[in-house]
């Protein structure tokens, strides 16, 4: 069964860190890029990060360079995103989802990516 999973998320105060991992099973990631999205209520959906089949290429969204860091372990099928200086506009539900890697890359259409996670509540607040 093709599965991601998402953990590592929670409550936080702003200024705080959180490393939220992304487990692949069922597939590898070695031949897809990966991307991480967030969605606050009421909001669309987002691309945060993205990391490329081979750690080559990675890309942020504005509001998170300096502070996000992606980086994936092929050979544990895992991707991370590090989070320091959370703000309460990070609050948001973290999914992470595969995207082939024949797409170029950075690539932030949601669209395109073929399997996506069940997402992690990250909330930032005092």
């Known amino acids: 069964q093709v599965q991601l999973v998402e953990s590592g998320g929670g409550l936080v105060q702003p200024g705080g860190s959180l490393r939220l991992s992304c487990a692949a099973s069922?597939?590898?990631?070695?031949?897809?890029?990966v991307g991480w999205f967030r969605q606050a209520p009421g909001k669309e959906r987002e691309g945060v990060s993205c990391?490329?089949?081979?750690?080559?290429?990675?890309d942020y969204a504005d509001s998170v360079k300096g502070r996000f860091t992606i980086s994936r372990d092929n050979a544990k099928n895992t991707v991370h995103l590090q989070m320091n200086s959370l703000k309460p506009e990070d609050t948001a539900v973290y999914y992470c989802?595969?995207?082939?890697?024949?797409?170029?890359?950075?690539?932030?259409?949601?669209?395109?990516?073929?399997?996506w996670g069940q997402g992690t509540q990250v909330t930032v607040s005092s």
């Open positions: 989802a595969a995207l082939p890697s024949h797409f170029p890359m950075p690539h932030f259409a949601p669209k395109a990516y073929d399997y």
């Open positions: 069922g597939f590898t990631l070695d031949y897809y890029h």
């Open positions: 990391i490329s089949s081979t750690s080559g290429t990675t």
